[in-house]
């Protein structure tokens, strides 16, 4: 099997990574999303097998116990996140690079178990007031959530040194053009 290439998109929830995900996505490059496994009950609009394979938890412990994971972490109190090694492999059969959109422990997991073939990139919130208001307004959590996701930001920024590539999202379409550039490079080096 051809192993494509890995990019990590890492970043505090709320830092606009999902958009320059999607965005990345829409350019002309053989890039596929890879759909994490996820023991939280979907938010919004979210579909099954689209957004995320939503599971019980008792599915995702299973899941665990049969080493079914990449990767996997419980990114938030009894909220389990993973990545499916049958996901990446099959994607890679497909003949795709894998864009990735995963927490910070996770994306720096993925790089130490495939350091050449991944490019890890950090997006920055310009501060944690915006980060704050951010979430405010985007209004799918209440504030106990909002400031938990708040303080995990807080330690997220610590490890952006690790990653590649450092993207402050203070301007999207600036931070949308940084990013594009550096996973061009990548995929056509
Ligand atoms: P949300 O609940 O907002 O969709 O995601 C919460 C956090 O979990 C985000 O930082 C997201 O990037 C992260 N996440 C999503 N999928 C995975 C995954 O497969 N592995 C890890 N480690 N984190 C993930």
């Given amino acids: 099997m051809k192993e494509g290439k890995l990019i990590v998109i ?3 929830s709320g ?11 829409k ?3 053989p890039l596929v999303f890879s759909i994490s496994a996820t023991c939280r009950p979907p938010r919004g609009k979210e579909q099954d097998g689209i957004d995320y394979h939503f599971l019980t938890p ?6 665990i116990e049969e080493n079914a994971f990449v ?3 419980e990114v938030y109190p009894g909220k389990f996140y993973g990545t499916l090694r049958s996901e990446l492999e099959s994607k890679w059969s497909d003949g795709h690079h894998i864009v990735f959109d995963i927490d910070v422990v996770g994306g720096l997991n993925i790089k130490s178990q495939y350091p050449e073939q991944t ?3 950090f997006i ?4 944690f007031e915006i980060l704050k208001q951010r979430l405010r307004a985007r209004g799918t959590e209440n504030e106990a959530l909002l400031l938990e996701r708040v303080a995990k930001a807080k330690i997220e920024v610590e490890s952006a040194p690790e990653f590649d590539l450092v993207i402050v999202n203070e301007d999207l379409e600036k931070a949308k053009k940084e990013m594009f550039q550096g996973v061009k490079e990548f995929v056509n080096s």
């Avoid at 008792?58 to 899941?63: I, T």
Wanted: glycine letters at 4%; a neutral charge.
């Fill in 58 to 63: 008792e599915a995702f412990q299973k899941k």
């Fill in 10 to 12: 890492s970043a505090p």
């Fill in 119 to 121: 490019l890890s990139i």
């Fill in 124 to 127: 920055q919130v310009p501060s």
């Fill in 15 to 25: 830092s606009g990574k999902s958009t320059l995900v999607h965005a990345l996505l």
């Fill in 27 to 29: 350019q002309n490059l």
């Fill in 71 to 73: 990767e996997y972490e």
